[in-house]
Structures are given as structure tokens and as C-alpha cells.
């Protein structure tokens, strides 16, 4: 995995609300045009992952209290830093829904960069194996599976790459309870 960790970005630790499991990831994409440079110069990614944080701070009738999603998926595979592990969404639509799924987006958007690579799949991959390592159960949806919305837009970022889509993590084995009867005693 290449991870770029929010203290390569000179960002402090997230102040978003702690929540250390979901039911699993939603993927989502810039939805504007993002530019094609991005594909040959990744610190075009870095700067596009701080625009977006810069952007979400500076956002008042969101109030975001940082960058809304967990992380981002780059074109040259690594995996950008954002709220991280264990820390509430408000990439999803409202709180019912920022609780019930982790976010990974992609560095893609509606023209220009709007197709993924293998590496992004990859980084998509690794991150959602990561967020199952750390509470994230086995869902993977798109944004607009909950919300009326068209994100992720036409493209999959969970499929279609050479490395396989994470294995649902094992399930627990249910233990049957059973009562226990006292035992008779005698008088």
C-alpha cells in the first residue's frame, strides 16, 4: 500500500467525531471536471486532495470540521489521507448515513480524469481493506446508493482492476446461548 499520511500533508489530527465501526465503504468521485495532468504528475494529486480539504473547511453551510471523507484514491495508487481511521464521515449526505458507511473518493471526476487506472482501483482496494482492518464492515456502495445523487457517476472503482475486491471479512461465529437451569437442590 502507498499511503500518504495526513502528517505528509502538514495537517493536524482530524477533529471529526470519532466512530470506530461502520457497515462498510461508499465510493465517491469528484463530480467536476478534473484535469487530465493529474495522470502524469502526482503532486497535481496532493494539491487537488488539499484543494478539496481547503474547499470543505471553507464551507459554512456544510460546517465541515475537516476534509468530509476517509480517504482518496490517486490515479498513481496511493492512498490520500483525509478524516482516516475511526473518525465519522460527512461525505454521505446527512449523520445517519455519514454513520453508517466509511468513504474512500476517487480523484475523478464528470470530464477530463473521469476514467480510473489500475492503480486507483488498487488504492481503492487497499483502503477498503484497511477501513475492514479497523471497523468497517462489508458493504461497498456508491454515494447515490442512499443519497439523490449521481456520485459516483458511471464508473466503478470497486471492479474491474487486476487485483481482486477484498473477500468480506470472516463472520464471527455465533455462540448459542442457553439458559442454565439451577439444579435442583434437595430439601
Known amino acids: 500500500m502507498k499511503l500518504v499520511a495526513r502528517t505528509q500533508l502538514g495537517w493536524p489530527a482530524s477533529a471529526a467525531p470519532a466512530q470506530p465501526t461502520a457497515k462498510g465503504v461508499k465510493v465517491h468521485y469528484e463530480g467536476t471536471a478534473v484535469s487530465e495532468d493529474l495522470l502524469t504528475n502526482h503532486a497535481l494529486c496532493v494539491a487537488e486532495w488539499k484543494a478539496i480539504r481547503k474547499s470543505h473547511l471553507a464551507n459554512n453551510a456544510e460546517n465541515y470540521s475537516d ?3 476517509n480517504y482518496a484514491a490517486c490515479p498513481h495508487g496511493y492512498l490520500l489521507e483525509g478524516r482516516g481511521i475511526g473518525e465519522r464521515t460527512g461525505a454521505n449526505g ?3 448515513l455519514n454513520q453508517a ?4 473518493v476517487a480523484l475523478l471526476g464528470s470530464s477530463g480524469l473521469a476514467t ?3 492503480a486507483m482501483l488498487g488504492a481503492f482496494r487497499d483502503g477498503i481493506e484497511l477501513l475492514r482492518k479497523h471497523g468497517a464492515g462489508d458493504e461497498i456502495k456508491g454515494h447515490r446508493d442512499g443519497y439523490a445523487t449521481a456520485c459516483p ?3 466503478s472503482c ?3 482492476s487486476s487485483r481482486a475486491l477484498p473477500a468480506p471479512a470472516p ?3 455465533r455462540t448459542r446461548r442457553t439458559r442454565r437451569t439451577p439444579a435442583p437442590t434437595s430439601s
Open 67 to 69: 476534509v468530509a471523507y
Open 94 to 96: 446527512h449523520q445517519a
Open 101 to 104: 458507511h466509511y468513504t474512500i
Open 116 to 118: 480510473p487506472t489500475d
Open 153 to 155: 457517476g458511471d464508473v
Open 158 to 160: 470497486t471492479r474491474g
Open 171 to 173: 463472520s464471527r461465529p
